[in-house]
């Protein structure tokens, strides 16, 4: 097997001088935004097209859950190697590949004749998805003001409940899975198009000229994780997807058995919260800007949802009270990723491992993401919703310990809280 992968492209100009908070490129910001919002609709199409995906294909839940966890698995198996290219291969470059893998990937789920064929594309589709979440933070850190990061992060941070309350809207929608498939597919060649025209190239070729080899992304990620901050991040992420995809991948059905609605209504309800999780990035990004402790917004924002969680989960409420807890859960849960997100650039032991360290943190999200609702599902089928309730809030308070041992690590490395 060779050692090596050439990685080679034209010469980009010199390295420019930084940036002030007027300069940042808003506008490609948005574009790295809609890139991600592309990104995370392929998480929560599936889930929309369950029943027409067993209807033409004769799946069984097994397979359903497969093709749901593609994403979060090659996740954990792409991240750190991902962060390590994007470090050399160029930041723009590899998001545009993100989105084209997309396109292509939903065109070949569109054409499937059986499930080989559908479950392809979903890879190639997890690819893509693994390229852009990692790419398009190490865009933005480099293309926004230092002014600006904390807002830029948050609204990036947006990207996943953002897509997610999309996919669930469009869930009421009529149409079949396959143009559902081809629409992802044209609006992910289009966002690649605009990004190939908004989005700068980057400041310096030196690391994109640089050839990649196992070795050096072994180093690198060893430098990173040994650094501590960027693991405890990861750690956090952990904890803080395993505690979101823990309520949001059963809300619909919690919702049906404690509030009496229909399936379309029980997806727009989830889709509600969503949609105040995003609140709660942006949020947590004017907060940072006026100078809030980033370990402090972490521990408030797992203990809150921690503590929510009992009152979700454990059938002491009413329905409406029990809602309105899903909305503080998911409204307080979103300052966790903003923060996370914003603060992993900072910590990471040089700017050329940004990309690293992103992905150490994207690794932690895929490792909760997967592993939170398997853990709940069994633990509810065995014991019933009560103990959703213990699992969700014992992660918070690990949550909390953890953003204690963030802001000693912090400290150790002089950076500000």
Known sequence: MQNRIEMRGATSPPAAAPL???????????????????????VGKVAIAVPQLRTDFGL??????????????????????????????GDRRLLVAGLLAIAIGSMVGAWAQGI?????????EGLGFVLITIAGPSVLQRMVAPGGKDLAFAIWSCFMPAGIAIALFSGSLPGSWRGLWLGNAALAGLIAVLVLAGVS???????????????????????TAKASAPALIAASFVIYSLQFFALFSFLPVLLIE??????????????????????????????????????????LASAAMGIASIGIFLPVLGAVPAFVLCLVFSGAGGLLPATLIGTSPIVAPST?????????????????QMIGPVIVGGAVDSLGWPAAA??????????????????RSMARGGHRL
């Open 20 to 42: 002030s908070p007027s300069s940042t490129h808003w506008l490609g910001v948005a574009l790295v935004v809609a890139a991600g919002v592309v990104a995370s609709l392929q």
């Open 60 to 89: 069984d839940l097994t397979m359903v859950g497969w093709l749901m966890a593609t994403f979060s698995l090659l996740g954990v198996v792409g991240a750190v190697p991902v962060g390590a290219w994007v470090a050399r291969a």
């Open 116 to 124: 080989a064929m559908l479950l392809i594309g979903r890879v190639v």
């Open 201 to 223: 190239r980057g400041a310096s070729a030196n690391t994109r000229e640089a050839p990649v080899s196992w070795r050096s992304m072994a180093r690198d990620a060893a430098a």
């Open 258 to 299: 404690r509030m009496g609605v229909g399936t379309a209504t029980a997806g727009q309800l989830s889709a509600a919260a969503c949609c105040v999780n995003v609140a709660g990035n942006l949020a947590a990004g004017m907060l940072l800007q006026r100078g809030i402790a980033r370990w402090l917004l972490a521990a």
């Open 352 to 368: 050329r491992l940004v990309p690293m360290s992103m992905g150490l943190l994207m690794l932690g999200s895929n490792l909760g």
């Open 390 to 407: 213990a699992i969700v809030a014992l992660a918070g308070a690990m949550g909390v310990l953890l953003a204690l041992g963030l802001r």
